[in-house]
């Protein structure tokens, strides 16, 4: 079993900056690649950013992009993501996603090319 756990979550006024956390451990040994997805209250979750250790290839949802930086450690299978300019249109639960078993291609912006959820950390920016 593969456990996937967020941090760094909080309540911050617009401008601001957070930066979130995931650790994936457990019963894996490397991770393919990871990604970050949110979810607001009435809206389907969407693609936040993502990053493939193959290559080190990065994608980031135009929301985000300049704002929001994507990070890892392949060799501890962790990711960061540094928040910055956020936006009370940011506020969201923020989900960290991993793929432990391969895949030929992983589309980081599809969430079902991803094999292992965290709970969620919520992220609330005041205005």
């Known amino acids: 079993q593969v456990h996937v756990v967020e941090s760094g979550g909080g309540l911050v006024q617009a401008g601001g900056s957070l930066r979130l956390s995931c650790a994936a451990s457990g019963r894996t040994r490397s991770t393919y690649a990871m990604a970050w997805f949110r979810q607001a209250p009435g809206k389907e979750r969407e693609f936040v950013a993502g990053i493939s250790w193959r290559g080190g290839l990065t994608r980031y949802a135009d929301s985000v992009k300049g704002r929001f930086v994507i990070s890892g450690d392949n060799a501890k299978n962790m990711q960061y993501l540094q928040m910055n300019s956020l936006k009370p249109e940011d506020t969201a639960l923020y989900y960290c996603?991993?793929?432990?078993?391969?895949?030929?291609?992983?589309?980081?912006?599809?969430?079902?090319?991803?094999?292992?959820w965290g709970q969620g950390t919520q992220v609330t920016i005041s205005s």
């Open positions: 996603a991993a793929r432990v078993t391969p895949m030929s291609t992983i589309v980081l912006t599809n969430p079902a090319h991803f094999d292992s």
